[in-house]
């Protein structure tokens, strides 16, 4: 069976059924293929305000089950501290990824978008047609949305797939049977990264991230994360493992980024939109999806173009410099001085409390830390090199 539209979006998540939901809204035939959505994702699981902001008139916030934050807790075991930063009301919320997915989706369906909820297996050229091909038979359609994850099946035919190197490994357990209104984190020195406990409506989402090249095994990553549930005392409910990939590209990569070509875009984690420090996506790829939907409705040959250079100006250039901190931000110097930090400047705090709501950009982050009046504390971040 063959069938016919105007645009195929390939994957549901956040960036495809936001893009499906836009373009049915502009009177666009979208057909949606994807065969797992919606679904509970191995992630943290936390929502900025801005990104809720994004989708406020689509999906009944009111309904959706999630945790208010309040703080944000930065561990160091070593030193035995663990300041808390404050959040404010709306800066972060933490929501079950089955329902904040599953109202994405209904609202894509709800206006109009076509789905056929099988996997995509392959993807060609037929002239100036895509045809896409699921077990169900083949749709085809002059232009396409890639919105099919980190192991992109669109980027993997029409562009290059992400090196290792640029993927991170997310892996950990949700912990059941208990929750709260803090998050915890504590930065890792080995394995670089950083393992967290983030509350969900019934249970915590506990996991450990790291770069995917570097020489340790998803099980040693699990160990970690168990010993640290013990540790932390965050409970003793039933575990259920899981593990994920997560774009992290370099300075590098991201100066070299494909994001499109002509008649198909990629969004969210396909398109390789990861904030690299703290692996958030759910932003960017709700974006991405609407920008990805609004150019590729337009039709005209140079569409693409002006995508990648909407991504490239206002979401890249962002990413990029997170990249360039990223290099020092897991050395041991700095993970050490940041929790000094926090523990003793409030208006240090405040600089970290609008990193983790996403409204602290990168650019202008050092210049905001020698705003906060802690001369002496600036020059030991200084002297730290935690940037390049």
């Known amino acids: 069976m063959t069938n016919d539209a105007d645009v195929v979006v390939i994957g549901g998540g956040p960036a495809g059924a936001w893009a499906a939901r836009t373009l049915a809204m502009r009177g666009a035939r979208v057909t949606l293929v994807d065969?797992?959505?919606?679904?509970?994702?191995?992630?943290?699981?936390?929502?900025?305000g801005r990104a809720l902001a994004l989708v406020a008139d689509a999906i009944a916030q009111a309904a959706l089950p999630r945790c208010h934050i309040d703080s944000a807790r930065f561990v160091d075991r070593r030193r035995r501290t663990s300041p808390a930063v404050p959040l404010n009301d709306g800066d972060l919320d933490v929501v079950?990824?089955?329902e904040f997915d599953s109202a994405?989706?209904?609202?894509?369906?709800?206006?109009?978008?076509?789905v056929i909820r099988e996997r995509a297996v392959d993807i060609a050229r037929d002239g100036t047609t895509f045809?896409?091909?699921t077990n169900a038979g083949t749709i085809r359609a002059p232009r396409l949305i890639g919105a099919d994850g980190a192991n992109s099946l669109v980027r993997r035919r029409l562009a290059q797939p992400f090196a290792r190197a640029d993927l991170s490994v997310a892996t950990g357990y949700f912990v059941h049977g208990v929750t709260s209104r803090e998050i915890v984190l504590e930065l890792l020195v080995d394995p670089p990264g950083y393992i967290w406990s983030f509350p969900r409506p019934t249970h915590l989402a506990v996991g450990i991230c790291t770069q995917a090249d570097e020489r340790i095994t998803t099980n040693a990553l699990r160990n970690i994360t168990r010993d640290w549930i013990c540790a932390m005392k965050l409970g003793d409910g039933a575990l259920s493992p899981y593990s994920w990939p997560i774009p992290s590209l370099s300075a590098r990569s991201f100066g070299s980024l494909t994001t499109s070509g002509h008649g198909w875009c990629l969004a969210g984690d396909a398109a390789g939109l990861v904030d690299p420090i703290t692996r958030?996506?759910?932003?960017?790829?709700l974006q991405s999806g609407q920008w990805a939907a609004e150019?590729?409705?337009?039709?005209d040959g140079g569409a693409h173009h002006r995508y990648h250079e909407r991504v490239r100006d206002e979401i890249v250039s962002e990413l990029t410099r997170a990249a360039r901190f990223k290099s020092g931000f897991f050395k041991p110097r700095f993970t050490g001085l940041l929790v000094d930090a926090l523990a003793e400047s409030p208006r240090v705090?405040?600089?970290?409390?609008?990193?983790v709501a996403g409204t602290?950009?990168?650019?202008?982050l050092k210049w905001a830390l020698a705003q906060t009046a802690e001369v002496g504390l600036a020059w030991r971040l200084l002297r730290a090199k935690w940037y390049n």
């Open 360 to 364: 602290q950009p990168y650019k202008g």
């Open 35 to 48: 065969g797992s959505h919606p679904r509970e994702k191995p992630c943290g699981g936390g929502v900025t």
């Open 104 to 114: 994405l989706f209904s609202a894509a369906l709800t206006s109009g978008a076509r």
């Open 295 to 299: 150019t590729i409705a337009s039709a």
């Open 96 to 98: 079950s990824r089955i």
């Open 131 to 133: 045809v896409v091909r």
């Open 280 to 285: 958030e996506g759910i932003y960017f790829a």
């Open 349 to 355: 705090r405040d600089v970290m409390a609008g990193l």
